[in-house]
């Protein structure tokens, strides 16, 4: 079984016996750190060197929860959490990638923007939203999320993606009889 890269450092119970170690074992996780953003810059730089034109397609977005994305594949409720996904294309592994969620029914769709950030990974890029519903949204929200990048590798953008909202039906009972 392969050791985790990282643990718990803060914590003296995982085997550590004095301040030293732990003080050891932090700066060799900002040593590992150090080396990816390096190693991130230099995939940067050959990209520029080699003009690779950057490209973000098919965005599409999926339940987290199996069980409700058989229940409802193609809408979200409030409090799901979903998968916002996009694939990419001459954008190096660990480039950051900008998700905005809004509500393009506001009458400030601005207003209604949830930010996220996620890296590239094996051509992908992946990030997880809970459905929620903020103060600035309108009455019958409609959600849409697009993603950005920027880099040495050009800029890349796709459209808005529709997340539909399930429309909850309030059932009606006679109380007269």
């Given at each position: 079984m392969e050791k985790p890269k990282f643990r718990d450092i803060n914590h003296l119970g995982w085997g550590y016996t004095s301040e030293k170690q732990v003080q050891k074992e932090k700066e060799e996780q900002k040593r590992l750190a150090q080396e990816d953003m390096e190693h991130s810059d230099a995939m940067e730089q050959t990209a520029r060197k080699e003009n690779f034109k950057a490209e973000m397609f098919d965005p599409k977005w999926f339940h987290f929860d199996p069980?409700?994305?058989?229940q409802s594949p193609d809408s979200v409720i409030y409090g799901d959490k979903i998968i916002l996904h996009v694939k990419t294309k001459d954008i190096v592994k660990g480039a950051g990638v900008d998700f905005v969620?809004?509500?393009?029914?506001?009458?400030s769709s601005w207003l209604t923007e949830r930010k996220l950030r996620a890296r590239v990974k094996n051509d992908t890029v992946e990030t997880q939203w809970v459905v929620d519903r903020n103060k600035n949204d309108s009455a019958e929200p409609d959600f849409k999320f697009s993603a950005s990048y920027e880099g040495y590798s050009g800029n890349a953008s796709i459209r808005s993606?529709?997340?539909?909202?399930?429309?909850?039906k309030l059932l009606e009972f006679d109380l007269s009889e």
């Open positions: 069980e409700r994305a058989e969620v809004a509500d393009s029914a506001a009458k993606t529709p997340i539909p909202l399930e429309r909850i």
